[in-house]
């Protein structure tokens, strides 16, 4: 009797085994790299899109929602919308703001109708045109309105939250032929309202990059440069 009773077991124990053997993950399950064929792209070329009478252009901000609409800041031109990729464009910012010098443009995530823009060219040459602050839209370019930071002098970049459309960031240069105390980084989270300068070095150094980080908005990097053009 003890002898079946084993051979009972161990039948148990075999059919067992198969079915633990499934429940198992496999030992390497490491997805294998992704790789891509170049020839694929062989037949893309840069082809030139216009606005043809914007003047230089310093600044690009594509709709995340629709890839057909693209703003484009031009510095001494204003800013110009397309809504068919580049076939044509038409000019949004004549006769609502004071200032044809466009440094920066960006688009918010979490509500493509809100569009910032900040005035004064980014390109510090001798001839350089100066801003007169931030913008702002909220009904994707129709209609602006000015939202501070007058004295900027020169806006270089704006990046606004993926989640909320009222904290906007702004990268200041300052004032391209004299020191100035409005260089900096500032913050506003309430679409303009008000704003907090939250970096800043020198009267002299101003800042002309800064960019969210993806994965988590709460880190903020930011470049500064201490630039002074001379008549």
Do not use: C
């Not at 053997?21 to 840069?46: C, E, I, L, N, Y």
């Not at 703003?71 to 609502?96: C, E, M, N, R």
């Not at 900040?118 to 839209?137: A, H, I, K, Q, W």
């Amino acid at each position: 009797m003890f002898a079946r009773a084993a051979r009972i077991v161990a039948s148990l124990v075999l059919v067992a085994s198969p079915l633990v053997a499934q429940r198992r993950p496999p030992v390497s399950a490491v997805a294998p790299a992704a790789t891509f064929d170049s020839t694929w792209f062989a037949g893309m070329k840069w082809r030139e899109v216009g606005p043809f009478r914007g003047g230089r252009v310093a600044a690009v901000a594509g709709d995340p929602a629709n890839q057909l609409v693209f703003y484009a800041g031009g510095t001494g031109g204003g800013v110009w919308k397309t809504t068919d990729a580049g076939l044509t464009w038409k000019p949004v910012t004549d006769g609502q703001i004071s200032s044809g010098s466009i440094g920066a443009v960006a688009v918010a995530d979490a509500d493509p109708n809100v569009v910032y823009v900040g005035t004064g060219e980014n390109t510090l040459r001798g001839n350089v045109s100066p801003g007169d602050g931030m913008y702002r839209s909220t009904d994707a370019g129709k209609t602006w309105s000015k939202i501070g930071l007058a004295d900027a002098g020169q806006i270089a970049r704006i990046a606004v939250h993926p989640k909320d459309a009222d904290l906007v960031y702004v990268a200041v240069i300052g004032h391209v032929f004299a020191p100035n105390p409005t260089r900096g980084v500032y913050r506003s989270k309430d679409g303009g309202k008000t704003w907090q300068k939250i970096l800043s070095k020198n009267d002299s150094t101003g800042a002309i990059d800064l960019v969210l980080d993806p994965q988590n908005p709460r880190i903020v990097y930011a470049a500064l440069w201490q630039a002074q053009r001379t008549p």
